[in-house]
């Protein structure tokens, strides 16, 4: 068996597998004699069927798995032996006059591959911000855990410091065929969210005013502000939805006592308001500062996707589309395609090729790891901070579960690993500004 290429260019090839009858033959021999030990045939008792009546029978389909899977085995290796980092997948030439019993056997495939090209990180330049967390900035966060253990005042009737309970129920058509069991959507607004408290401040207990999935398609605020994202609004069955006015109350903020830092951070961890605001300050201090090191690496990546030369195989590229997407007919629609996707396809190579280069592999700690950073992220949304280890692990291990999951918290492990390396390597303006400057910075 022998792998041979013809380069088309540096970045495509012919690559041609020739098996000999011998690489194959014996363990076709040896499938055909097992076939014939275990056969059902009428008229022959089982065992007894004649080799040759099988070989007729069977030879040619038995041969052809074995040619399939040693070409495929044959290809493969040459790959990985040779280091090819390919562009879509090998494209099969036709094979005009299959015989398994030529003494020769000859198949070919295109294929296209990422150019061999390295990224000097450290050439790269960008502003790398250091954010401080404002008195203001700390003292939100600490009278938003005042308001999740606070206590609620019932009132007579909607106020502009009230907080409003919704419930947000499609509106199911008269005419409308089959059966229809929409889960309505929950929500609370308040002054802060404006466009959905001005649609409900003059309403009653129970009352109801009706939006339309236009006027959420118009007002995107309004549609986040109740609950809906984007692609929720898309995919609404109805024209028509009813908001309806379940309850309304104050609240009259926790104390900033022992009881309400236990309740924050577990017990005995913060024993002074002093203490909690240089913790809450802390904890701001790195949400932001992991934002600009973000912003940071996003700057990096936008000018070595800009200045890198990335050759791509775009003559195998138009013809892996026509070979492997059936609703992709001609050469000039995959050249529509690839033009579309170039850049697309030129920053997933960049981004590959620096993990390569840096070395950056995943391992399954890797992943829990972040499973479970996850979890503590979205324990934290709702006050809690102190669950234990075992029971964070616990949720992460079944989060882990979803395959999706998976591919998509193992894509921001590989991120965040990439990142550390710009980080590292990349050279960084220094410079300190306040949150506020930060926020006007990402809308440049």
Known sequence: ??????????????????????????????????FAKNAQVPGFRKGKVPLSMVRKQYEAGIAFEEINKQVSDALNNYITENNLRLVGQPVPQ???????????????????????????????????????????????????????????????KIGADSHIALEISQIVEENAEGEHHHHPKQTVVNADKKEAFKLVKDLAMDGTVKVTKADLEKNEDLAKELGFGKEEVEHLHHEELEVKVKDFYGLELAELNQDLFDKVYGEGNIKSEEELRA???????????????????????????????????????????????????????????LEAEKNILKYQILEGKLMNDNDIKLDYADVLGQAEQLVRNQLAMYGIH???????????????????????????VAMAKLKDVILEKATKKETKISHDEFLEELKK
Request: hydrophobic residues 35%.
């Open 1 to 34: 068996m022998n792998v041979t290429a013809t380069n088309h260019d540096e970045v495509s090839a012919l690559l041609t597998v020739t098996l000999d009858k011998s690489d194959y033959k014996d363990n076709v021999e040896k499938q055909l004699l097992n």
């Open 94 to 156: 036709p094979v005009d006059d299959f015989n398994h019993n030529a003494d020769q056997l000859s198949v070919a495939f295109e294929v296209g591959y990422e150019p061999n090209f390295s990224v000097d990180l450290s050439k790269y330049e960008a502003p790398h911000f250091k954010v401080e967390a404002s008195d203001k900035e700390i003292g939100q966060s600490i009278e938003n855990m005042q308001k999740r253990f606070a206590t609620q005042i019932p009132q007579d």
């Open 279 to 337: 913790k809450v300050k802390s904890e701001l201090d790195e949400y932001f500062q992991q934002n600009a090191d973000v912003h940071f690496v996003n700057k990096i990546l936008a000018q070595i996707n800009e200045k890198e030369e990335v050759t791509l195989p775009e003559t195998f590229l138009t013809k892996w589309l026509v070979y492997s997407n059936e609703n992709v007919q001609t050469e000039e629609q995959a050249k529509e395609i």
């Open 386 to 412: 102190h669950l234990g280890d075992e029971e964070v692990q616990k949720y992460a291990v079944e989060m882990l579960k979803d395959q999706e999951q998976v591919r998509q918290i193992s894509s921001e």
